[in-house]
């Protein structure tokens, strides 16, 4: 008997960062939540961190918005149905979006054909000329260092008030380091003369 695909959806399921997948394949579409919307999944990132995660049932950063919880959540995709109300911040079906995890995400599949949003404020919309398989990088070292570049910012202006120049410290250079670097050379390093940016790592021989 063939798979309704109207009402059927398959997934790759695991109890545990620790254990192995199960592929299942004849799992309920997830209903619309109110005030919400359901994404179809094009692309779902295999971060660094879960390697890194194997043989332990812990995160790194225990914390909602800490992706190493649950695999698989750096996610690109297409919605697939949006709540009518006039706050759903103008999505609409078929609008390209990359999704910001919430909490209830830590117990939902992720490796999934379709994966739930409870508030469309966690959906960012992506541009036609941006691939959806580099948009998937954006939720988590995307905007984690674009979000640590936004809080600092206020901080370097405020000094380069009273001083000639601040020097920014940048601890690592993999893939968070490296947005950081990128993101804070865009928005606080404008003028070179006066903002110093240094990165350093370890690992780097």
């Known amino acids: 008997m063939s798979r309704k695909r109207s009402s059927l959806m398959f997934c790759l399921r695991s109890n545990s960062v620790a254990e192995k997948f199960d592929y299942c394949p004849d799992i309920p579409l997830p209903s619309l939540p109110p005030g919400?919307?359901?994404v179809k999944v094009?692309?779902?990132g295999a971060c660094y961190t879960e390697e890194?995660?194997?043989g332990t049932s812990k995160a790194l950063t225990p914390g909602i918005r800490d992706n190493s919880i649950l695999t698989g959540f750096e996610v690109s995709g297409i919605i697939h149905d949006v709540c009518s109300a006039e706050t759903n911040g103008n999505f609409n079906v078929g609008d390209r979006v990359i999704i910001y995890?919430?909490?209830h995400h830590?117990?939902?599949?992720?490796?999934a054909e379709y994966i739930?949003?409870?508030?469309?404020?966690?959906?960012?919309?992506?541009p036609s000329h941006i691939p959806l398989e580099v948009?998937?990088?954006l939720p988590s070292g995307g905007l984690t260092a674009y979000n640590t570049v936004l809080r600092a910012k206020p901080i370097v202006e405020h000094m380069l008030k009273s001083q000639n120049c601040c020097n920014i410290l940048i601890v690592g250079a993999g893939g968070l380091g490296l947005w950081t670097v990128r993101l804070a050379k865009a928005f606080i390093g404008g003028d070179?003369?006066?903002?110093?940016?240094?990165?350093a790592d370890t690992s780097v021989s």
């Open 42 to 44: 094009i692309y779902a």
């Open 135 to 137: 948009a998937a990088m």
């Open 36 to 38: 919400g919307a359901v």
């Open 116 to 126: 739930t949003v409870k508030d469309v404020n966690n959906l960012i919309k992506i």
């Open 52 to 54: 890194q995660l194997r």
């Open 101 to 103: 995890p919430e909490k």
């Open 106 to 111: 830590l117990t939902q599949d992720s490796y």
């Open 192 to 199: 070179c003369n006066k903002v110093h940016i240094t990165v």
